[in-house]
């Protein structure tokens, strides 16, 4: 089981105080995987920056196993049509634990925020998102090719992308 804290004002500080240092570490651990050379070099500006798109994931315990957010989306003021996602989950999670609140939360993506899409960005190097996506449905769009520097050299990008559809295959046959 998995629970997510959303980071809402204005109870940003009083929900999520005690998660925040185990997040950092968790971030800063895996921060290769996360950026390029023109993101923010802390989790303090990624979460100010995200809310009220980001949230902590929780075990049955409370206990804290990851970081999930989304950003760059895409729609007007009626329609969300996609967005990204990045995660972040401590080793304790990986495995059926990171399978199991990724279905769950991107479910919750599709339900609360009305997605169409949701894209996922990943550096070639980083093969235990890729495979975790790829069992969560998501497939492989494009490679973006020198799309961004990390560490000072170029950096091909894979997009993977998961639709609505993959939840809710009668949508499909109603709208034909």
């Known amino acids: 089981m998995c629970r997510f804290l959303q980071l809402k004002p204005p109870y940003v500080i009083a929900s999520a105080l005690h ?17 390029d050379d023109f993101a923010p070099s802390n989790l303090e500006s990624v979460i100010l920056a995200k809310i009220p798109y980001f949230w902590f994931v929780l075990d049955k315990d409370n206990q804290f196993m990851g ?29 059926s634990f990171t399978g ?21 960005l990943v550096y070639k190097d980083n093969s235990r ?4 996506i790829k069992k969560s449905g998501f497939k492989y769009e494009t490679t973006l090719h020198a799309e961004t520097l990390r560490m000072g050299k170029m950096q091909d990008i894979d997009v993977y992308a998961l639709y609505r559809t993959y939840y809710y295959k009668d949508e499909v046959k109603n709208e034909q």
């Open 19 to 35: 998660y925040i240092a185990e997040a950092e570490k968790c971030f800063n651990r895996y921060s290769k995987y996360l950026k």
């Open 67 to 95: 970081f999930v957010y989304l950003d760059n989306f895409v729609g007007n003021d009626f329609v969300n049509y996609s967005a990204e996602l990045t995660t972040c989950f401590k080793p304790e999670a990986w495995g």
């Open 100 to 120: 199991y609140s990724a279905k769950i939360f991107l479910k919750k993506c599709f339900d609360e925020f009305g997605l169409y899409k949701i894209r996922v």
């Open 129 to 132: 998102t890729s495979a975790l």
